[in-house]
């Protein structure tokens, strides 16, 4: 075999026997964080409550945890790319016990040069975080909101659509479709389900499709730019929303 060959085999598993470490340690640090939230982790600040990752962890991150609320976390990866999205799980935060969020912009690159696309990038805080967190709790929520533009859409479907919820493929549960209807039923707007109303922005490459533990459920929400304006600027609609993922 080709010693070159060899030597970039050698690097490449290198490279992914760290990152692999990375997202362990980081997962046993924030097990003790849970515990004790005085243990702040290494590559973190703790401010207002909340983790605000340093420049020495290259995924970046800010982590919110409480102890009241529902077992669910809110989840917004693309803050800086998919307007008013923190916006509206911040307010979602209110009801679920977590916020998670990127400090780094979806196109920036890791010391191996892949990109820190939360959606997409298996070592982040943000994954790290959840897996430590299944570890508290029976069962939970993920909901990861992100953004689409209407005019970008392939499909009609994606044209008219206002929300598209899926669970990164086309089975959704029972638990899903009651949140598509209600949804439909409560905002009166147009919302589809993904593999039964609509099949693209179904989030089926997402990461957390495989990476979700166990006892949770990946719940993946698309809203258009329409959507999402009126919901940071309509509290009862906001409300209604929010009521519609958490009850």
């Known amino acids: ?11 490449l598993l290198v490279s992914a026997c760290q990152a692999e470490s990375n997202i362990s340690e980081l997962h046993t640090d924030f097990q003790q964080w849970l515990k004790n939230s005085e243990a702040v982790p290494s590559h973190f600040t703790l401010k207002d409550g909340g983790l605000y990752a340093k420049e020495s962890l290259d995924s970046g991150g800010e982590i919110h945890f409480k102890e009241t609320g529902y077992a669910c976390i809110a989840y917004a990866p693309h803050r800086f790319y998919d307007l008013h999205t923190l916006d509206i799980a911040r307010s979602l935060f209110n009801d679920c016990q977590v916020l998670l969020t990127n400090t780094k912009h979806r196109t920036s ?15 982040s805080a943000a994954n790290a975080f959840i ?13 990861q909101l992100h953004g689409f533009a209407k005019e970008k859409r392939k499909t009609n479907q994606g044209r008219k659509a206002d929300i598209i919820v899926s669970q990164g493929r086309e089975n ?29 922005l179904g989030g089926t490459k997402n990461i957390l499709t495989t990476l ?18 009126k919901l940071i600027t309509d509290n009862h609609l906001l409300k209604l929303f ?3 993922l958490t009850s």
């Open 172 to 200: 959704a549960s029972l638990f899903t479709r009651n949140i598509t209807d209600c949804l439909n039923e409560k905002l009166n707007v147009t919302v589809m389900l993904y593999g039964r109303d609509i099949y693209e």
């Open 109 to 123: 690159r890791d010391a191996n040069g892949v990109l820190i696309d939360f959606g997409k990038y298996k070592e």
């Open 131 to 143: 897996l430590a967190y299944a570890d508290t709790v029976e069962s939970f929520t993920i909901f």
């Open 242 to 244: 929010k009521q519609c």
């Open 1 to 11: 075999m080709n010693i070159k060959f060899i030597i970039i085999i050698m690097g």
């Open 212 to 229: 979700a533990p166990s006892n949770s459920q990946f719940i993946h929400i698309e809203l258009s730019r329409e959507i999402r304006e």
